[in-house]
């Protein structure tokens, strides 16, 4: 079941049992952060909360909305993960492309055969009169610097090539007409801004909330250049993605979205942005950040406002990285077919620290521990952890076992600081499997 906005799957997720609602005012200072915390701590019950009356917002909220595997994978329109990735699999198995980041580009543009709509009409049209301030945005942790957008769909254009991408960034609230953006290194919001800049002209930015879950998801999700995600999630899905241009830009946005925020970066616009409470269990460090000069709040009608909590795990995130390790693991196998499996534990934080299971006979620690670090999926990794091909990545007593008892570390150990290589020794027989 494929769902087209977040209301069809808030209202999907009634019938199935696993949403809860919960009638009595909150706070979203604090409050309601504490709340969601519980329900991913699992010391009430793991269920989507949808906050009826918040205090200052006229507006209901929605949290924990993919706060399991099974609902992240029903939001993608399936019953596991994994199917996407054997489609995913097949497909670039098929392609004439040998590097997978080519061949998922032509499965991308031969699939998607569907072309979204520019002309459809938005239905967040209502305006916001008091701006951000109209919207019930959480200030989540004690030392927070302010009230952090968190699940907003970011969207952006290159000035030349037109190329867009819509990727997942935390955004302070300064004000009723302004924000501070965090790109990540790298980025695609990151690299179109100081395109803009370059030119000396600000850049148009829409904020994105709601809209298709699938594309919510893939936000999140590192693609390849020249591979746009509402076009990923068309082929991935099967199902187009209706766009809709913006008021004050061109930037084509999701036409089902429940809020969408328009404006400008102007360059040299910078304040200070932190601090933020984040899934290390610290604070971020209080940095200068690009100022988002804000032009119109719109919503729907009737638009549910959706955020996640960010902190130590099991928090939401963990479900939408696990769906995106599942996915950039076939991109992964495709280019290096040794690597058998990938599993990035919560407690890592994913973008940290990766078990790997390899049957790469013949090749040094070196040479893997560069190749992986080249791939999309691993290449922000700290600590990668390599284990024979029979290792359970799941079992952790097991990779512990492995690890600690790797019998040569001054051959095996580490690598430029960062690898360990616990598979057993091909000099001598292994007796015990």
């Known amino acids: ?9 808030i209202e999907y997720q009634e019938t199935t049992g696993t949403l809860q609602r919960i009638t009595a005012p909150v706070d979203p200072y604090l409050e309601i952060a504490a709340i969601v915390n519980r329900a991913c ?44 990735a054997e489609k995913l699999k097949r497909d670039l198995a098929s392609s004439k492309e040998l590097e997978s980041e080519k061949a998922l580009a032509e499965l991308v543009r031969k699939r998607t055969s569907v072309k979204p709509l520019s002309d459809t009409a938005l239905l967040a049209c209502v305006p916001c009169k008091q701006g951000l301030h109209d919207l019930p945005i959480l200030h ?36 009723e007409k302004s924000a501070l953006i965090r790109f990540h290194p790298g980025s695609g919001g990151g690299q179109h801004m100081q395109a803009w800049h370059d030119q000396g002209s600000a850049m148009p930015i829409t904020i994105v909330l709601g809209g298709p879950p699938a594309l919510t998801w893939c936000a999140g999700l590192s693609l390849p250049n020249g591979v746009s995600e509402t076009d990923f999630i068309s082929y991935l899905t099967g199902h187009s993605i209706p766009l809709a241009r913006c008021c004050h ?29 984040n ?44 769906a995106n390790e599942r996915i950039l693991l076939v991109l992964l196998q ?12 919560p407690e890592g934080i994913y973008h940290r620290a990766a078990l790997v299971s390899i049957d790469a006979l013949g090749k040094t620690a070196k040479e893997i521990n560069k190749q992986l670090r080249q791939t999309r999926l ?40 960062q690898l360990i290589d616990a598979r057993r020794s091909r000099e001598k027989k292994c007796l015990i499997t």
């Open 41 to 84: 701590k699992k010391s009430v019950a793991n269920k989507t909360l949808l906050f009826e009356k918040v205090k200052g917002s006229n507006l209901p909220l929605v949290a924990n909305t993919f706060g399991s595997m099974s609902r992240t994978a029903t939001a993608l329109g399936v019953e596991r993960v994994e199917l996407l």
């Open 140 to 175: 989540a942790w004690p030392k927070d610097g302010g009230r952090y957008i968190t699940l907003g769909q970011v969207i952006t254009q290159d000035p030349e090539s037109k190329a867009t991408n819509c990727g997942m960034y935390r955004l302070q609230v300064a004000g």
């Open 378 to 417: 691993l290449r922000h990794s700290r600590l990668l952890i390599l284990l024979d091909r029979d290792c359970d990545l799941h079992n952790y007593s097991d990779v512990y076992w492995r690890v600690i008892n790797a019998q040569c570390w001054e051959r095996n150990g580490w690598c430029e600081g």
């Open 1 to 9: 079941m494929y769902f087209s906005d977040l209301q069809k799957f």
């Open 334 to 345: 495709n280019d290096l077919p040794w690597v058998v499996d990938v599993h990035m534990p």
């Open 279 to 322: 899934h290390t269990g610290y604070y971020s460090d209080v940095l200068p950040a690009p100022v988002i000069k804000v032009q119109s709040v719109c919503r729907r009608e009737s638009a549910i406002y959706p955020c996640t909590v960010v902190g130590p795990p099991p928090m939401e995130n963990i479900y939408l990285a696990q």
């Open 249 to 277: 830009s061109d930037l084509l946005v999701p036409a089902t979205a429940e809020i969408i925020i328009e404006g400008h970066v102007f360059p040299a616009d910078v304040s200070d942005e932190g601090p933020f409470g």
